[in-house]
């Protein structure tokens, strides 16, 4: 039996660089740049972007232009422009973007499975998060917004240590039958190996067999990014996040030669090697597999040895250096 025989033939890929990639970068990334990059994004061809974080920017001041990105992002019909909201103020001032013209599509919060890590990234017990979800949920659909909500700590908490799968499966029942537009599923600190990661989705595609209501987002702490993207999609996935260069993790503590608060103290001891899939790799491996994207490859490689340059280093992303894949005998 070929186990690649009932992939999909068409993968939703959302880049969530100018978020989750720079909120971890410890100096601040010019506005200017990150416009630039979701400009180039869309040109390339995404229909997935995830502009910002809401959050508290004393906290987390890389995303003290929130808004102001907001404003001015290139809008594209059939693109949609989603940020992260963590607390009522930053689900209201969402709302208020919205009424000026100039908010989001989509609204993403987080919950995780783990008590102690939800406590950290969202400063509340799970059960009282779960009231807030319902009334942020309602709030956004009043104002035309989609809501969207990420569980985390599916695979293990850092904190805490291993947490059980079927804890996120009803979690994903739970939030479906609440309403929510879709499910991302994170793997947020690489934890999850490629038997794992089928075994998880199996279990949510046998309860939700719809692909077009749930994402996943691998972090690569360990290595196995791209192996988790090809057993989701053996489990019938066909959305998955990704960042530039594979860069991205926990917001940082330091920022400019400046402690900040953050989300408290990084869970591993070399901040550098955390990261998401990248997304020049991942586009160029579907491509390889004759898996459509939508994505145009050389804009996107571009983008990327330039966002190399953005951030000053030299990143993640294999096809930034070595190329795409030589088109095959016949290829059109």
Not at 79 to 88: D, P, Q
Not at 191 to 205: G, L, N, T
């Amino acid at each position: 039996m070929n186990p690649f025989a009932n992939l999909p033939k068409f993968v939703h890929v959302c880049d969530v660089t100018a978020r989750d990639g720079y909120q971890h970068e410890e100096k601040f990334i010019p506005t200017d740049a990150k416009m630039y990059v979701l400009n180039a994004l869309v040109d390339a061809g995404f229909k997935k972007i995830e502009v910002s974080n809401f959050g508290n920017p004393k906290r987390m001041p890389q995303f003290k232009d929130a808004h102001e990105l907001m404003q001015k992002v290139k809008r594209v019909p059939g693109v949609e422009y989603t940020v992260v909201t963590m607390t009522e103020r930053a689900v209201k001032d969402a709302i208020k973007d919205k009424e000026a013209g100039y908010g989001p599509d989509r609204i993403s919060v987080t919950i995780s499975t783990s008590e102690a890590h939800n406590l950290v990234n969202a400063g509340k017990p799970i059960a009282e998060y779960w009231t807030n979800i319902e009334k942020w949920m309602q709030m956004s659909r009043d104002a035309q917004i989609k809501f969207s909500v990420t569980i985390s700590t599916i695979w293990g908490c850092p904190i805490v240590g291993p947490v059980p799968m079927d804890w996120a499966v009803d979690f994903t029942e739970r939030l479906l039958k609440m309403g929510v537009d879709d499910v991302c599923h994170a793997d947020h600190d690489g934890q999850a190996s490629p038997d794992k990661a089928y075994e998880y989705f199996a279990k949510v595609m046998d309860r939700d067999p719809n692909p077009e209501r749930h994402i996943a987002h691998f972090h690569v702490t360990r290595g196995w990014g791209l192996a988790n993207v090809l057993a989701a999609m053996q489990a019938g996935i066909a959305c998955f996040d990704s960042t530039l260069g594979g860069i991205g993790g926990q917001p940082a503590n330091f920022i400019d030669g400046v402690p900040v608060s953050g989300t408290g103290k990084y869970y591993y001891s070399d901040p550098s090697r955390t990261g998401l899939v990248c997304t020049e790799d991942l586009v160029v491996m579907l491509d390889g597999m004759g898996i459509e994207t939508g994505i145009d490859v050389d804009k996107l490689l571009d983008l990327g040895a330039m966002n190399e340059r953005i951030v000053g280093r030299q990143l993640r992303a294999e096809s930034v250096t070595n190329g795409r894949l030589p088109k095959a005998y016949g290829q059109k």
